[in-house]
C-alpha cells in the first residue's frame, strides 16, 4: 500500500504508525468508502514487517469501526451500508461555518494591560524581579530533596487543597509576629500566585457589575482580575500617604477596595497608620472588604514596618494577600491569603473548582525553610544587597537627568518609580529603552484617570555598571523622544 511509509528511528511503534497512517488516508478520503484493502500477510511483506504487526494495527481500526475484516475476505473499509456502523461518513472532514471564538468573558480574560506600558518581558531590570543571583540554592535544594522524601499520605492527593497544613501553620505563626496579622492555619489559603487569588476573590466574592475601588495609579494584576470578573472598577486617588478613600465620589458602594498600603505600587510610599485607620472605617461603612496586597513588606530598608492593615480592622474587614514571587523567586508559584474566619470554608471549596493548587512538595520545603531560620537568615541578607542597588539606581538616574525627572531613594521594595517632569509620551520612552535589552514599562500604563508620566523600573537584579548604562538608556530615549537628541545621537 503506497499510501503510507513507516519510521523505524521514530519513538512511535510501528503498529501505530500504520494505524495512523491508514487512519489518515481513510479520513483524507485517499482510501475509499467500501474499499479494499491489503491483506495483512501482502501488506507485512510489503512494509518488510512482521504479520503481527500489521494485525494489530488493523485491530485498533477495527476497534474503531472505520474497517471490517471477515474470514476469508479482504479487509474492507466500512461504507456504513452494512449495519457495520456510520463512524467513517461521520469522521470525514467537514467544512466549518465558522472559526472558535473566545466569548466576551474570554476577550476580558485574555486582554493584556501590561501590553500597553511598552514592558519587555525578560528584559534588564523589569519590574518586580526578584534578583536570581542571591537565591539560596543550596539551602534551597536540601529543604527540597528532604521534603520529597518526608511527603506522604493524604498530602499527595487531594485532601489538603487549601495548603499544606505545616505551611499553613508556620505562615500562620510568621504573620502574627513579623506583621501583626489575626492570623490561624485554618484561615490561610495557599494558592500558585496573587493573580489566582484576586481572581479567585473578585470571581467568589462580587458579580458582574459590582463596583470596586482600586488604587490609580496602581497595580496591574488587579485591575486585569477585576476587568475579566466583569467589575465596574473607579479609580481611587493616590497622594503622599497612598490611596485616599476621601476622594471618591459618591455612588456605588465598593465591594472590595484593592490597596498596597505597605508599599503602594507602583509609586512605593507607605500609608500612614491614621489613613488606614481611615480607609478601614470607610470600607465598614460600606459594607465592603478591603483587599490588601502586602506583595513586598520583608524589604522595608528605613525604619520599622507599620503593622498590617488586616491585624488593625474588625475580624471581617479584609483579606490579606502575601507572595514568595518576590522574597524568593517567582518560578515557585506559592502564595497566599488570609481571610474572614466566614469565608475560610466557602473560599477553599471555591479554589478546589478552580483548581488554583500550589505545588505541595514546594509548600513542604517552604514550611521547613521559614522554620528552620533559612527564610528570615535570606530575607536580612537581600535587604541590604536590595537597599544597596536600590539607591545606587535612583542616585544613576538623578546624576545623568537632573531635574528631568523626580527619582526619590526607595524605602522597600525591588523596583522604582520615576516620573517625568516635561510632557513626554511615557511609553514610546519605554519602547525606546527597552531597544536595548531593558524591561522597563511606562508609568502612564498603571494610571486610570490620574497623570502620570515616568517609567517604572526593577532594581532588585541590578548588576555592576547597569545603573549608568540604564540611566544613559534613559536619557538617550527623552533626549529622542522630545526632539532634543544631538546630530547623529542613536542607539547604541
Known amino acids: 500500500m503506497g499510501l503510507l511509509t513507516l519510521d523505524r528511528d521514530s519513538s512511535v511503534p510501528l503498529p501505530e504508525q500504520i494505524y495512523r497512517s491508514t487512519r489518515r488516508a481513510i479520513l483524507d478520503g485517499r482510501l475509499a468508502l467500501g474499499g479494499r484493502l491489503p491483506s495483512s500477510r501482502s501488506l507485512a511483506t510489503g512494509l518488510g514487517v512482521s504479520r503481527n504487526t500489521v494485525n494489530a494495527a488493523y485491530e485498533l481500526l477495527m476497534a474503531e469501526g472505520m474497517i471490517e475484516v471477515r474470514p476469508g475476505s479482504a479487509p474492507r473499509v466500512v461504507d456504513g451500508g452494512e449495519g457495520v456502523g456510520d463512524l467513517p461518513g461521520e469522521l470525514l472532514p467537514q467544512a466549518s461555518a465558522s472559526e472558535p471564538a473566545l466569548s466576551a468573558r474570554g476577550h476580558a480574560m485574555a486582554s493584556n494591560p501590561w501590553g500597553a506600558s511598552g514592558r519587555r518581558r525578560g528584559g534588564r531590570l523589569e519590574p518586580g524581579t526578584p534578583a536570581l543571583d542571591c537565591f539560596p540554592q543550596d539551602a534551597w535544594a536540601r529543604a527540597l530533596r528532604r521534603a520529597a522524601r518526608r511527603l506522604k499520605g493524604p498530602e499527595l492527593f487531594y485532601d489538603r487543597i487549601p495548603g499544606y497544613e505545616p505551611l499553613r501553620e508556620v505562615l500562620a505563626s510568621y504573620l502574627v509576629e513579623e506583621r501583626g496579622l489575626r492570623a490561624s492555619a485554618e484561615r490561610i489559603i495557599v494558592l500558585p500566585s496573587t493573580q489566582a487569588a484576586l481572581f479567585m476573590l473578585a470571581s467568589a466574592l462580587t458579580d458582574p457589575g459590582d463596583c470596586v475601588w482600586l488604587e490609580d495609579p496602581g497595580y496591574l494584576g488587579a485591575r486585569a482580575a477585576f476587568q475579566a470578573a466583569g467589575l465596574d ?69 528605613e525604619g520599622r514596618p507599620l503593622a498590617a492593615m488586616q491585624g488593625l480592622g474588625g475580624e471581617g474587614d479584609t483579606v490579606y494577600l502575601g507572595t514568595f514571587s518576590k522574597t524568593m523567586l517567582p518560578g515557585l508559584r506559592v502564595a497566599y491569603m488570609v481571610v474572614p474566619p466566614a469565608l475560610a470554608a466557602p473560599l477553599a471549596r471555591v479554589q478546589r473548582v478552580t483548581g488554583a493548587f500550589a505545588n505541595v512538595a514546594t509548600q513542604a520545603a517552604l514550611a521547613e525553610f521559614i522554620e528552620s531560620g533559612h527564610y528570615r537568615a535570606h530575607l536580612r541578607r537581600i535587604r541590604e544587597v536590595y537597599a544597596q542597588r536600590g539607591r545606587g539606581l535612583a542616585e544613576a538616574l538623578r546624576a545623568r537627568l537632573g531635574n528631568r525627572i523626580v527619582a526619590a531613594d526607595p524605602v522597600g521594595g525591588v523596583q522604582i518609580a520615576v516620573r517625568f517632569n516635561m510632557p513626554c509620551d511615557d511609553k514610546a520612552v519605554a519602547r525606546r529603552v527597552n531597544e536595548r535589552a531593558f524591561g522597563v514599562a511606562a508609568l502612564s500604563a498603571y494610571a486610570l484617570s490620574a497623570k502620570a508620566s515616568g517609567l517604572v523600573i526593577g532594581f532588585a537584579a541590578l548588576r555592576d555598571g547597569e545603573a549608568e548604562t540604564c540611566a544613559e538608556a534613559v536619557a538617550d530615549a527623552l533626549d529622542r523622544e522630545t526632539g532634543n537628541a544631538p546630530a547623529g545621537h542613536g542607539v547604541a
Open 233 to 301: 472598577i473607579r479609580p481611587m486617588p493616590v497622594d503622599d500617604e497612598g490611596a485616599d478613600p476621601r476622594r471618591m465620589p459618591d455612588g456605588p458602594a465598593p465591594r472590595l477596595v484593592y490597596v498596597t498600603p505597605s508599599h503602594q505600587y507602583p509609586f512605593g510610599m507607605r500609608m500612614p497608620l491614621h489613613r488606614r485607620l481611615m480607609m478601614l472605617e470607610r470600607v465598614r461603612a460600606c459594607s465592603g472588604l478591603v483587599v490588601e496586597d502586602d506583595y513586598d513588606s520583608e524589604f522595608l530598608f
